[in-house]
């Protein structure tokens, strides 16, 4: 159930360097059967990388597969040769290739990374692995610490993975769901807990295009952070929602009788006109009591984080529409009514603020994500929403926007932005910002 760390082959301090070695490897993720997936290292997710803020991360990429492959570090304000964004800033690694990476992690919180070449495809097939930075000035007592990397997958009967492209244009509009679900590479997996002892959640959805809302019947999580670390105060909630790409840092206290099994929910979400692809409700994970006692857990820490509100007063407007475009043939997606490979990049200057309005004219959701840059989401009425926080990925309501904030406070660079649901963006819904100097 806990992952597997990545070998640190550097002792100084403040560096972390890894091999990730891109591999087809067989994992059992059907009990009793050979799954041949694509792995980072050879499991199913990729390992953990640990690091803390400030940290210089150095990671050898080796190709082992059969197609060419690049990694994107989800999240990361890292400079755009490392961002594995093909064809713009960093060349694909071909099969037998290597790359290296080598940037510094300058912002605390749950990052990740996955290919950014025919990702729909490399992502279902397995490759996606979570990145912690660590903050040492963080409040201690918040619980144990977990990190839970979701996904989904479908398998044959022979355990093969089912094919990526399954489904045609109806899968890609729809975005491919499995009918799996995987916690940390595994079905239904089993955690150990004690009842009154708080747990923090770090959770990625890495899945290609399921969103995630899980809850506890007669439980409420205290939500402490997102994409980009801390929010700025904690917010309870009821239900955690990730749209593919989002993070939550997310406290629990399990409640129940000793030895008592909770059951966590994967609850069906509305993503337009009442669609939940006839996907029921399901188990995720289950945590189990320990036997013992109701423990009395430290009261929580204040856990708060001064963020400033972006100043818009003079930010330049980015609108940006959501679309689908008609015609004969595979299903094409857009933004501005024009696919990736035929968009112009927008352009802007390092330093500049904007505030992008994102129309959906879609039928479904979409979860928006800018690479290189967080960005603070604002409210029909242009103000930022409380409590203030940075975010790479933003979900777009069916017959609505999105609306951010953000200062271009990273590198100049080609950096793309697009949908998560990554069959859309392979489809075509993806477009770049050129940020010049
Ligand atoms: Cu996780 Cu371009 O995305
Ligand atoms: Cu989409």
Known sequence: MALRPARDLDARPGVLEVDLTARVEDVEIAA????????YNGGLPGPLLRARVGDRVIVHLRNELPAPTTVHWHGVRL???MDGAPGHSQPETPPGGDFTYDFVVPDAGLYWYHPHVDSAVQEGNGLYGPL???DPDEPAGLGDQLVLVLSDVSLRDDGSLEDPQAGGNLGTLFGREGDLLLVNGRVNPVIGARAGLRQRWRIVN?????????????HRFTRIGGDGGLLEHPVEEDRILLTPGE???VLVTPRGAPGATLSVRWVPYDRGYGATFGRPEVEAFRLRLADEPLAEDDPLPEVARRIEALDTAAARRVDLQLTREEGPGDLVMGINGVPSWEAEPLVAAVGETAVWTVENTMEFDHPFHLHGFFFQVLGADGQPVRPLAWKDTVNVPVDGAARFAVRYDNRPGMW?????ILDHADAGMMGMLHVVP
Do not use: N
């Not at 009793?32 to 792995?39: D, E």
């Open 416 to 420: 793309m932005f697009h949908c998560h």
């Open 247 to 249: 993070r939550a840092d």
């Open 132 to 134: 912690l930075v660590e």
């Open 206 to 218: 890495a899945a290609k295009s399921r969103y995630y809302q899980l809850l506890i019947t007669d």
């Open 32 to 39: 009793g059967k050979k799954t041949p997936t694509w792995t």
């Open 79 to 81: 400079p755009a040769a």
